[in-house]
């Protein structure tokens, strides 16, 4: 493990005003997105619409540090033989990737699941790293459900413990881990619900790093917000999901690690804009107790409205790149505190 490699990737991607751009839907999550837009899901379309983003100079060069990519896309080139890896670091930009393999019920019938992968992943490592990445990504899913007491301590448990075993093999490939632990929006449940859980995924998290002797300086946490659930009838204010996220974060995680970047989980693209707004903004009011910075690894929060805009049609391409140049200043500002709504306009 080259230690000061994984410091540097890792403090390069965390760069302040810039954050991540997660684009590695796998085949089955891009066709939800095509299907909202009425375009077929094929090999060229997804390729055309990741090189709309990567190839937005203007967006990725002043609000893009890294880009997650599929295991499709890292290998992709477009018709006059550009590799999409290398349109990402011509644009300043540095190539991640995506490296779980989905989920599993951790039981038949279960609702909660087991991510998989961790086969082979040193074999893939390697051959990742040389197709360009220099960042990696894993994504546990944990469910909250009152009624049925979930999540149970098993699948935090088991979950953790399978992002602690990726975050080792990929800093023994000098990989910088991003660790993505999601407590999933969806339900009833109100956000103290969800404070209390993400606390104890995050406490659990960490504990299964130090087990591994994961080099925290050299990893990411992709967190969710501290956040009412999607049905729940009592919507948080965004002040006090600012407030019980930035609590939370910093009642639970090192201050050790690189940075913070959250993904939005289903927002709207503006909330989740304005979440990280108002995060950093108590962050700096917090100064002397917070030592990592805090921005973006949005998908959905940052191609919404690029994706409605293109529609498949070559002669939309401009003003989709417009949408996505202005998504990503918004998200660029509200990672140094700096957003406000009349800025939307
Ligand atoms: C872009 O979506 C990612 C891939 O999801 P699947 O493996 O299910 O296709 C996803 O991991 C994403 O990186 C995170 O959930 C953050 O994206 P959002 O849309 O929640 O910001």
Request: one cysteine or more; charged letters at 25%; glycine letters at 4%.
């Amino acid at each position: 493990m080259d230690k000061n490699t994984l410091i540097s990737v890792a403090q390069k991607v965390m760069q302040k005003g810039k954050g991540i751009l997660a684009a590695d839907e796998s085949l089955n999550t891009i066709q939800k997105r095509f299907d909202s837009i009425h375009i077929e899901n094929t090999e060229d379309n997804r390729c055309s619409y990741r090189h709309l983003l990567f190839s937005t100079t203007e967006a990725m060069k002043n609000s893009i540090s890294g880009v997650i990519l599929f295991d499709e896309t890292i290998r992709q080139s477009t018709s006059d033989r550009k590799k999409l890896v290398d349109i990402i670091i011509a644009n300043d930009s540095i190539p991640g990737i995506k490296v779980d393999q989905g989920l599993k019920p951790t039981r038949d019938n279960s609702v909660e699941t087991i991510t998989i992968g961790l086969d082979g992943l040193d074999e893939r490592f390697k051959e990742y790293r040389d197709l360009g990445a220099q960042f990696a990504k894993w994504r546990a899913v944990i469910h909250i459900n009152d009624s049925s007491n979930l999540p149970s301590s098993s699948a935090v448990k088991d979950n953790m413990h399978a992002l602690a075993l990726y975050a080792r093999c990929a800093q023994g490939n000098n990989i910088v881990p991003i660790v993505e632990p999601e407590i999933l929006m969806d339900g009833t449940h109100d956000i103290d619900k969800c404070y209390e859980v993400t606390t104890y995924v995050l406490k659990t998290l960490y504990e299964e790093l130090a087990n591994e002797n994961v080099l925290l300086e050299g990893t990411i946490l992709k967190p969710n917000m501290v956040i009412a659930a999607s049905q729940c009838p009592k919507q948080a204010s965004i002040e006090e999901v600012a407030q019980k996220t930035f609590l939370c974060l910093s009642h639970s995680v090192p201050k050790d690690i690189a940075g913070i970047a959250f993904l939005s989980g289903g927002q709207s693209e503006i909330e989740a804009t304005a979440h990280l707004n108002a995060i950093n903004q108590i962050a700096s009011a917090h100064a002397q107790k917070q030592t990592w910075p805090i921005s973006f690894s949005y998908g959905r929060a940052l191609q919404k409205t690029v994706l409605e805009t293109w529609q498949g049609k070559e002669e939309n391409v401009i003003t989709a790149r417009e949408a996505f140049i202005h998504r990503a200043h918004m998200n660029s500002l509200a990672a140094q505190g700096l957003w406000n709504q009349e800025l939307e306009n």
